[in-house]
């Protein structure tokens, strides 16, 4: 399986945009980048997901580096509901259903 | 919509009583996946079910524990006995076709006393 690191905790001011980095330096060229998120007490959250090119909806856009090696979560406006514990998941490209979730970054919105 | 429904939000029991939890997927659905969260361990995958049968149950921890999905639009995770250390956040997801964004239901919260 293909592992991410990411950073333990972030913070951003309310309005501004947060920036959220991950490595996957072991990607395979049929896995796809999965970005969940889990608000304290709640379900995970889908946000977004990507193969090789950019992608961006209503919630957040997604830049993957032309290696696929690295990628970036953009909450383009953050506010204190997007306080919350990000998790960047390579699905397992044999297994495609899994999703192994690390340890996550721990985003703390300031107001 | 509704999503993904899970039962009972809050379930508090003694060692060696059993545990059932439950889940109905989003409609349509044909994957279900059973997870389990605890501070030690993060989020796991316990078993994976693709159009009612099961088809990865390697996350399953012990014979104490068992799953069914009886047709698509409901399961069950059981525990007997249930132990001190099963407690934990359960959450059940589905998702439309294997290897499709799945979506979480809210979880249900287990203590075993």
């Known amino acids: 399986d293909a592992k991410t690191t990411q950073p333990t905790s972030m913070d951003c001011a309310e309005g501004r945009a947060a920036n959220l980095p991950c490595n996957h330096s072991t990607i395979s060229g049929n896995e796809y980048v999965y970005w969940y998120r889990q608000i304290h007490s709640q379900g995970p959250q889908y946000i977004i997901h990507g193969l090789k090119n950019n992608e961006t909806n209503e919630m957040a856009s997604l830049i993957i580096t032309e290696e696929r090696k690295s990628s970036t979560l953009i909450l383009p406006h953050a506010t204190l509901r997007d306080t919350a514990v990000y998790y960047c998941?390579?699905?397992?490209?044999?297994?495609?259903?899994?999703?192994?979730f690390g340890s996550g970054t721990r985003l703390l919105v300031r107001p | 919509d509704a999503g993904v429904i899970q039962s009972p939000r809050h379930e508090v029991t003694e060692m060696g009583q059993e545990v059932t939890l439950r889940c109905k997927p989003i409609?349509?659905?044909?994957?279900l996946f059973w997870y389990r969260q605890t501070m030690m361990r993060g989020l796991e995958l316990l078993i994976y079910f693709n159009n009612n049968v099961p088809i990865d149950d390697s996350g399953m921890p012990e014979d104490r524990f068992s799953a069914k999905m009886p047709n698509a639009s409901f399961s069950t995770l059981k525990i007997q006995p249930s132990e001190p250390r099963d407690s934990a956040v359960y959450f059940c997801a589905s998702s439309l076709l294997a290897g499709y964004t799945q979506y979480f239901g809210p979880g249900t919260r287990l203590t075993v006393l």
């Open positions: 409609s349509g659905h044909n994957s």
């Open positions: 998941i390579v699905s397992d490209g044999d297994s495609s259903y899994k999703l192994i």
